[in-house]
């Protein structure tokens, strides 16, 4: 199990699933691993978008790094729409270096050329997810987002994190919920 934030009102450390009723269709079905959630702003970054047209030994080749078999399995995915140029490594805490920021204990987040070549090398962390962009929020705009029935909290799961089977982490993000897809309505009721 993957620790959560201390403070039960933020969800660094926890997933937010995308409602049906999700206007965006960058988020359409979404599970975003939450880096970092306070009353300044949110960061977290997609889990389940792969992308299908970039591998990751592909990105180490336009870095000049050489790529071994084991990079083959690390799926690339869109991390989110903000900076969507930057690369982000999402991976467990056995492996932290300067710049390196810890979300929980069994969870950091690196953005560092370094990450990569130990990745390649093999001396990097036991787990990872490499993404590009992340999803942001400005001060209060994930709450108000969460108010107006966008998102779902969902407990943290090293599982449902380090899945490789992508298609079916939004349906078994809410299926922790005790949540069927075709049980959920997009608009919230008021009385």
Not at 46 to 71: H, K, W, Y
């Amino acid at each position: 199990m993957i620790g959560s934030s201390s403070d039960p009102r933020y969800f660094s450390g926890q997933f937010i699933a995308a409602m049906p009723s999700m206007g965006d269709p960058r988020f359409e079905k979404s599970v975003i691993y939450m880096c970092a959630h306070s009353e300044e702003g949110a960061m977290g970054l997609i889990v389940n978008q792969p992308l299908e047209e970039l591998r990751f030994p592909d990105i180490l080749d336009q870095m000049g790094i050489q790529s071994t078999p084991a990079c083959d399995q690390i799926t690339v995915h869109c991390g989110g729409p903000v900076e969507s140029a930057r690369g982000f490594v999402l991976h467990s805490s056995d492996y932290q270096m300067d710049g390196t920021m810890v979300v929980d204990e069994a969870v950091a987040l690196s953005s560092t050329t370094e990450v990569l070549k130990a990745i390649a090398f093999g001396t990097g962390p036991k787990k990872c997810l490499m993404a590009l962009g992340y999803a942001g929020w400005g001060a209060g705009q994930l709450d108000e987002e969460i108010m107006k029935n966008a998102w779902l909290n969902v407990p943290a799961d090293s599982d449902l994190l380090w899945s490789f089977d992508d298609e079916s982490k939004w349906d078994i993000a809410l299926n922790k919920l005790g949540i069927s897809p075709a049980m959920l309505v997009g608009d919230a009721g008021h009385a």
